[in-house]
């Protein structure tokens, strides 16, 4: 994995402006500059063979230490975390490649299924409904159904095919502990890499437009000058510049 430039950086989230999380995600690892990858099969890889390459371009970029917030569901005190991304990462994007192909039975069906990917986050976009998304990602991860079919995909096969997609691909479903210090109540917030990147990422954008703009009065710097300068060179501009 390369890691990208800050003027990459940029690029990537000026285009991602106004796109889906999925989307930004297919993005962030785009400019990673993996060439054994296509865009078609960066959207294809199982979430989480993607979470993990989001993890290490992550921490690539802004180190294995992660600050996270959530507000409590009981009482709305806001509670912080403090983890690792190596604390997260259960897969590499080292690891041998996924089985393609996974297995369930119940009720005289068996079904053989596959792991959801980005073009399957992307394609629920549209779906304003939990129940009909979750029906919808099944049946687009259905590859085979053989047996009796009285029951259809009923509730009971259902549950059993999301049970075993948890299990063959648990990176995918990565859920924090937080325990609020106020009430006392625990709970178990899913962590969406590519969401909490993508805002780090935002963060991260506007702290450089506003050094570019501080430098480029002060000094009338084009901006691909100012971006070019070493972190350590900038400071030492700003803190000069400074009233």
Same mark, same amino acid.
């Given at each position: 994995?390369?890691?990208?430039? $800050?003027?990459?950086?940029?690029?990537?989230?000026?285009?991602?402006?106004?796109?889906?999380?999925?989307?930004?995600?297919?993005?962030?690892?785009?400019?990673?500059?993996?060439?054994?990858?296509?865009?078609?099969? @960066?959207?294809? @890889?199982?979430?989480?063979?993607?979470?993990?390459?989001?993890?290490?371009?992550?921490?690539?970029?802004?180190?294995?230490?992660?600050?996270?917030?959530? $507000?409590?569901? &009981?009482?709305?005190?806001?509670?912080?975390?403090?983890?690792?991304?190596?604390? @997260?990462?259960?897969?590499? $994007?080292?690891?041998?490649?996924?089985?393609?192909?996974?297995?369930?039975?119940?009720?005289?069906?068996?079904?053989?299924?596959?792991?959801?990917?980005?073009?399957?986050?992307?394609?629920?976009?549209?779906?304003?409904? +939990?129940?009909?998304?979750?029906?919808?990602?099944?049946?687009?991860?259905?590859?085979?159904?053989?047996?009796?079919?009285?029951?259809?995909?009923?509730?009971?096969?259902?549950?059993?095919?999301?049970?075993?997609?948890?299990?063959?691909?648990?990176?995918?479903?990565?859920?924090?502990?937080?325990?609020?210090?106020?009430?006392?109540?625990?709970?178990?917030?899913?962590?969406?890499?590519?969401?909490?990147?993508? &805002?780090?990422?935002?963060?991260?954008?506007?702290?450089?437009?506003?050094?570019?703009?501080? @430098?480029?009065?002060?000094?009338?710097?084009?901006?691909?000058?100012?971006?070019?300068?070493? $972190?350590?060179?900038?400071? +030492?501009?700003?803190?000069?510049?400074?009233?």
């Amino acid at each position: 994995m390369r890691t990208p430039t $800050p003027v990459q950086l940029l690029q990537i989230w000026e285009r991602g402006g106004s796109a889906s999380a999925a989307a930004r995600g297919l993005l962030l690892l785009g400019c990673c500059g993996d060439a054994e990858r296509s865009a078609a099969e @960066l959207a294809a @890889l199982p979430l989480g063979r993607r979470d993990a390459l989001l993890l290490e371009l992550r921490e690539r970029l802004f180190g294995d230490a992660i600050d996270a917030v959530a $507000p409590c569901p &009981q009482c709305a005190s806001t509670v912080e975390a403090a983890f690792r991304c190596s604390d @997260l990462r259960l897969t590499t $994007p080292a690891d041998d490649a996924p089985t393609l192909a996974h297995d369930v039975s119940v009720q005289g069906m068996h079904v053989r299924f596959r792991l959801p990917d980005s073009s399957d986050l992307i394609a629920l976009e549209d779906c304003g409904d +939990a129940g009909a998304a979750h029906t919808l990602l099944l049946e687009r991860c259905l590859l085979a159904a053989e047996g009796d079919d009285t029951y259809g995909l009923s509730t009971e096969l259902q549950a059993e095919i999301a049970e075993a997609m948890a299990q063959a691909d648990p990176q995918a479903d990565l859920q924090l502990a937080f325990r609020c210090p106020d009430c006392g109540h625990a709970w178990q917030p899913l962590f969406d890499i590519a969401h909490f990147l993508w &805002q780090e990422l935002h963060a991260w954008a506007l702290r450089q437009l506003r050094e570019v703009d501080t @430098l480029a009065q002060a000094y009338h710097w084009s901006e691909a000058e100012i971006l070019a300068l070493s $972190p350590r060179r900038r400071q +030492a501009y700003l803190e000069l510049c400074a009233p």
